[in-house]
């Protein structure tokens, strides 16, 4: 796949979308796969970048990554799937480079990777989501207490 045949794509699904489109949405809407937009320009921010476009982040704290998972997963009522992550929550990628995969992401964010989707273990869940970043020893940033990252 050429450069140029990406970057219309991207372009198409931005016009569509009236902002710079996640690597979530380009798999769900897009014309090509965000992989395939990875391995044309060696990341999603660099495909972004090329498109002419700001990427919407460039790194997330462990801390923030953590908090999105909680939120979604209050959201929720259970810890979330892979397809559940994007738009309003960081997305499965993040979680994947970050923590190695999505269980270990939730692990790391405290959520019972257990619960199951029919609402078993959400009172779990929603013990864990509900609590403050300061209860966790962060700043509602991901930063730990004396500005330390998380």
């Given at each position: 796949?050429?450069?140029e045949t990406l970057i219309e794509a991207?372009?198409?699904?931005?016009?569509?979308l009236g902002r710079t489109p996640t690597s979530h949405e380009m798999d769900r809407q897009g014309a090509f796969a965000a992989e395939t937009f990875k391995t044309?320009?060696?990341s999603w921010n660099d495909a972004v970048r090329a498109a002419g476009y700001t990427p919407h982040r460039e790194t997330y704290t462990t801390?923030?990554?953590?908090?999105?998972?909680?939120?979604?997963?209050?959201?929720l009522g259970r810890p979330?799937?892979?397809?559940?992550?994007?738009?309003g929550c960081v997305s499965a990628d993040t979680?994947?480079?970050?923590f190695g995969g999505l269980d270990a992401g939730l692990e790391a964010a405290g959520?019972?990777?257990a619960a199951k989707p029919d609402g078993r273990g959400s009172r779990h869940v929603r013990a864990l989501s509900e609590a403050?970043?300061?209860?966790?020893?962060?700043s509602p940033l991901g930063e730990r207490k004396g500005g330390e990252q998380a």
């Open positions: 796949m050429n450069r991207f372009e198409a699904l931005a016009a569509d044309a320009f060696g801390g923030e990554i953590a908090w999105s998972l909680r939120r979604r997963a209050t959201a979330p799937r892979e397809h559940e992550l994007g738009e979680v994947q480079r970050r959520l019972d990777v403050r970043p300061e209860d966790l020893g962060l």
